[in-house]
């Protein structure tokens, strides 16, 4: 049986099994010395950069956090303080923190749990987590195309919750 998400992430970044690694669980204490594609691609030279939902082991510090250039975490820091990330100030920047999508902020926006099927997105979809991504990996990219790159981008959709953008919800009966 395949592992839920943070362990699936650890296995593609570490190249290991669960059974090497350890983690079987959401999120966790980070292992020294526990090596990652970042750390290798960073030591041959390339630009490293990760942005979306990455939720790896993150106590005391994310796993990756000091093997790429660009922490870009869209719900936590690179400390493992949840709610507080670029994408989040951003969205509080544009008035659009309370809109703010995925499973953590259903409590305040779409109420106190997952809806029994799914429901449309208020947040409009220039401002989505992936979006927001996409959009910081292409910035990342940019001031120096010249040089080899090395990015993960973890999107949060398909993920639960299921809430789609108005304009893709309208899309289905």
Known sequence: MPPICTP???NILSGQYCQ???YYGLSGPTKPGLPNLFRYFKSAGYRTAAYGKLHMPESPRNWIADDVDKFGDSYESPDGERGKSDYLDELVSLG???KEDSWRNLSSHYG???PADSCPS???YEHTMERWAARKAME???PDRSRLFCIQIALQRPHHPLIPQQQFWD???
């Open 8 to 10: 699936s992430r650890v």
């Open 171 to 173: 899309m289905y009966p």
């Open 122 to 124: 208020d947040l409009p």
């Open 112 to 114: 106190s749990q997952l």
């Open 140 to 142: 990342f990219i940019e």
């Open 20 to 22: 090497n690694h350890g």
């Open 96 to 98: 659009l923190r309370d």
